[in-house]
């Protein structure tokens, strides 16, 4: 949310100029495209949208994968990033592949268009996708041997819940937690 809040054609591109950022993939070197080349991502999505005439709303999803610190080299983390962007996305849609360094744990950076270019549906996030994409992600880190998160402590957090707690920002639960102590 604070790297896209309104979604628009700039802030696609400010999307991608994030998750292509030099500094945090090897000068550009861990940066793939699936269904596109990475240097035209931006240019072939929009030209997607243009072609079905599908502008509004949502441009584009932003999705990640991390590791465990130390589990994979950078080349590693980005042949599982491609890989996994090809069994979610690879048969509709265009997506951008990043690979980050900047923490202890690598990462993979995902900027999937909102719109197929197969047929100009819309891709929506939704509970299902959402189970597909852990179970696939699941499955191909088992196929490596890494780690899998098997039982989560708790739900997590909106992100808006622990971003106001970050710049110390009173919220609505942690107040009533406060109440109740």
Request: charged share 30%.
């Amino acid at each position: 949310p604070d790297k896209t809040p309104n979604p628009n054609e700039e802030d696609l591109r400010r999307l991608m100029d994030y998750a292509e950022n030099p500094d945090k993939t090897e000068q550009r070197y861990l940066i793939s495209g699936v269904n596109c080349l990475p240097e035209l991502a931006y240019e072939r999505m929009m030209e997607t949208k243009r072609r079905y005439g599908k502008y509004g709303g949502i441009v584009a999803y932003h999705g990640y994968m991390s590791f465990k610190p130390g589990e994979v080299t950078p080349e590693q983390c980005h042949a599982l990033g491609v890989e996994l962007a090809k069994r979610l996305w690879g048969d509709k849609y265009e997506v951008l592949v990043a690979s980050h360094r900047d923490h202890e744990h690598l990462h993979n950076h995902f900027v999937i268009n909102s719109v197929s270019f197969v047929d100009g549906k819309k891709y929506y996030d939704n509970t299902a996708n959402y189970n597909r994409m852990k179970k696939i992600s699941d499955r191909l880190c088992e196929e490596h041997n890494l780690s899998v998160i098997r039982n989560p402590k708790g739900k997590s957090k909106h992100y808006a819940e622990w971003l106001a707690e970050k710049k110390g920002y009173p919220t609505i639960r942690g107040q009533i937690r406060d109440e109740l102590d």
